[in-house]
């Protein structure tokens, strides 16, 4: 199969980033995420292969991918992880291998953080959105703060850079918490980055009175912190801040109020092979049925052309039509 011109969607945007879940399974379970006794799993007969999942990747990586990011649900509850990292890390494509990083809750990096290290994963994105115990244990109804914090330490001590925390922001809940982390992370050289609350939950709860917005958490942070903007923020999530001159930042993905879909260069594989141009679609692309049904990789590749030639222009989550997508982010993938 030939290179041909990048992954533009109908808007110009240059597509980039693959992230891929590799499971909807959780080991954690997070109250903006879902309900106490959790989702109904995808039938393992849906889910992609690893060398499915591999030959998708392999596909997109021709076609200008550069970054792979594997998602879940938590991604090193499967099986095979270290060796889905070693076969995507040494893919080859017009622009070189693709550099492979992870989003985890931690859990099982003391285990798993220096084989994905030597497999090629290059970093790591910890869910931490708390440090008190008895507040942990509420958030994700799992008593495992330890382990995440052993998981965090696992991963600096094989050497990932940067180790990024990411908290989800939340009303009455964490929102006296901002500095207590930010702290934490620019003690030990990580990089804090908060996440406006984004409505997808399976229980459809999201309240945007509840929300916490970007202006709220850097008004908070600037009670104990002098934040300076960081230039050149390209198509990252994430707005940096200086914090205290540097050279430490700290972020905020702020999805709703402050939306960065103009620059996006995302798309999404859904472990079960469906491929979504935007968290928010109400549309897939179905590659594993043409997986199965025999296409071969040139026809691979004009499937994923076609589902990015339907992205929208932005969520719309301000719009009184946004309809939630079906699925909760532990189905999707972040």
């Keep these: ?8 969607d109908g808007f110009g945007r240059v597509h980039r980033d693959l992230r891929i879940s590799l499971t909807d399974r959780c080991s954690l379970r997070c109250t903006y995420c879902m309900p106490a006794e959790g989702v109904p799993w995808l039938p393992g007969s849906t889910m992609l292969s690893t060398d499915e999942l591999v030959r998708i990747t392999r596909v997109a990586v021709g076609q200008g991918i550069t970054e792979v990011r594997l998602t879940g649900g938590e991604p090193l509850l499967r099986p095979d992880v270290v060796d889905v990292v070693r ?22 990096l003391p285990a798993l953080a220096a084989p994905l290290h030597d497999a090629g994963l290059t970093r790591v994105n ?17 008593d495992r703060l330890h382990d995440t914090l052993a998981g965090i330490a696992a991963a600096d001590s094989v050497g990932f850079a940067p180790i990024k925390l990411n908290a989800v922001a939340m009303r ?10 930010v702290r934490f992370a620019v003690d030990h050289g990580y990089q804090m980055r908060f996440i406006e609350q984004m409505p ?4 459809h709860t999201w309240d945007r009175v509840q929300m916490v917005t970007q202006t709220e958490i850097l008004a908070a942070l600037r009670t104990a912190f002098e934040l300076t903007e960081v230039p050149g923020r390209g198509s990252a999530p994430a707005e940096l801040w200086y914090v205290d001159g540097g050279p430490a930042t700290v972020g905020v993905i702020a999805s709703v109020t402050a939306p ?27 590659l594993r049925t043409l997986l199965r049904e025999g296409a071969d990789d040139d026809a691979l590749a004009a499937a994923i052309r076609t589902g990015l030639a339907g992205k929208k222009p932005g969520h719309d989550i ?13 189905a999707i993938g972040g």
């Design 1 to 8: 199969m030939s290179a041909l011109a990048p992954l533009v």
């Design 87 to 108: 076969r995507i890390a040494a893919l080859d494509g017009p622009n070189g291998s693709p550099e492979v990083s992870l989003t985890t809750n931690a859990l099982r």
């Design 126 to 142: 910890i869910s931490l959105d708390t440090l008190d115990r008895e507040r942990f244990t509420a958030l994700t109804r799992r």
């Design 172 to 181: 009455g809940v964490n929102d006296d918490a901002l500095v207590p982390l």
């Design 200 to 203: 997808l939950d399976a229980g």
């Design 260 to 286: 960065f879909c103009g620059s996006c260069d995302r798309v999404r594989l859904t472990a079960d092979g469906q491929l979504r141009s935007c968290l928010f679609a109400r549309t897939e692309t179905d």
């Design 318 to 330: 301000d719009d009184p039509s946004f309809l939630q997508p079906d699925r909760p982010m532990s």
